[in-house]
């Protein structure tokens, strides 16, 4: 374990799943007295999309535009948070799409997508799609070149920003430049190495992930879609960055889910930090995970200006 972050270990509180509206206030709580973000260069602004006309279903969406964005078309990253699908909003969230901002020049769209178990599979996924149609759709009000959208998350957000490509591959939906899948949890089966001898790490243990599975899936089975290990296919995907945490139990299958992405064709960067834990790039303090939000920032930011991409969008 690297030694900035052992330190931290003892003040991390034991994750309890069981009550989720009990879980979900505790997590708030202890992310609202979090210094605020820096800001200073940016407009945010709260807005909502609808997801499904017919329920009467809006997804609140915060959008971080730097002030750059207002002269030419840049791209954009919708974000979507970690939380098991079952903690998290776009408050707990404000402090990681600040970096993002800060660290890409991109606008950063950060989703409130529905949570379980209130909202069970594929709530949360039909939120994320909808936001990304709506982006493409508003691109040039939100100052964006339609062909420089990334999707990305964390953890159960990369899960979604996963399933967010497949979709939009199958229904051939909008265009994705770039994924970006940090520590996520892409495979319920739990056979991997790291998720059958990883069962007491810190923050992410084996009962954690089989309580969120437990509350995104019900009893309904786990289909590409909410387990993206299990697609078949990833042929056509987007170019992606994947990122793992040495002791996590989510590490192998982020490991397979990247090598499958490169033997189907698919652009794969693959960063495995060692000495770190799931969710650990939180603390900030530490130098790995100031390397960890440095070098994520740096990829979505080569990825979203590279000169074939702005091609693409003036062709358009």
């Known amino acids: ?37 820096d800001t200073a260069g940016m407009e945010i602004e709260d807005r ?11 997804v609140p969406i915060r959008i971080y535009r730097p002030h750059a964005s207002h002269h030419h078309p840049g791209g954009a990253l919708i974000w979507l948070h970690g939380g098991g699908w079952i903690v998290g909003d776009l408050d707990t969230e404000r402090h990681a799409a600040a970096r993002l901002v800060n660290g890409t020049d991109a606008v950063v769209i ?14 949360a996924l039909d939120d994320s799609y909808a936001v990304l149609e709506w982006t493409a759709a508003h691109a040039a009000e939100l100052g964006v070149d339609p062909a420089r959208i990334a999707v990305g998350g964390h953890s159960a957000g990369g899960a979604l920003a996963a399933a967010v490509t497949l979709r939009a591959r199958d229904e051939q939906g909008p265009p994705i430049a770039f994924q ?16 059958r001898n990883f069962t007491d790490t810190p923050w992410n243990t084996r009962a954690v992930r089989a309580a969120s599975w437990a509350h995104y899936l019900g009893s309904g089975p786990a289909t590409p879609y909410a387990a993206p290990a299990r697609a ?4 056509g995907l987007p170019p992606a960055y994947l990122a ?28 495995q930090w060692p000495g770190t834990f799931h969710g650990s790039q939180a603390f900030q303090s530490a130098d790995v995970s100031q390397r960890q939000m440095a070098e994520l920032c740096a990829v979505v930011h080569r990825a979203l200006t590279a000169p074939a991409l702005r091609g693409a969008g003036q062709e358009s």
């Open 48 to 58: 909502t999309v609808s997801a499904d006309v017919a329920a009467d279903v809006d």
């Open 110 to 123: 950060s989703v409130d997508y529905r949570l379980a178990p209130e909202n069970r599979f594929p709530a």
């Open 244 to 271: 793992t945490a040495e002791f996590d139990p989510n590490r192998d299958e982020g490991i397979e889910y990247a090598q499958r992405l490169l033997q189907s064709g698919v652009s794969v960067e693959l960063r």
């Open 232 to 235: 078949d296919d990833l042929s």
């Open 1 to 37: 374990m690297d030694p900035e972050l052992e330190a931290f270990i003892p003040l991390l509180p034991e994750p309890d799943l069981s009550d989720p509206v009990a879980y979900r206030k505790f997590y708030a709580e202890r992310a609202a007295v979090m210094p605020e973000p």
């Open 180 to 195: 970006v899948l940090n520590e996520a949890i892409l495979d319920d089966r739990s056979e991997t190495w790291s998720a």
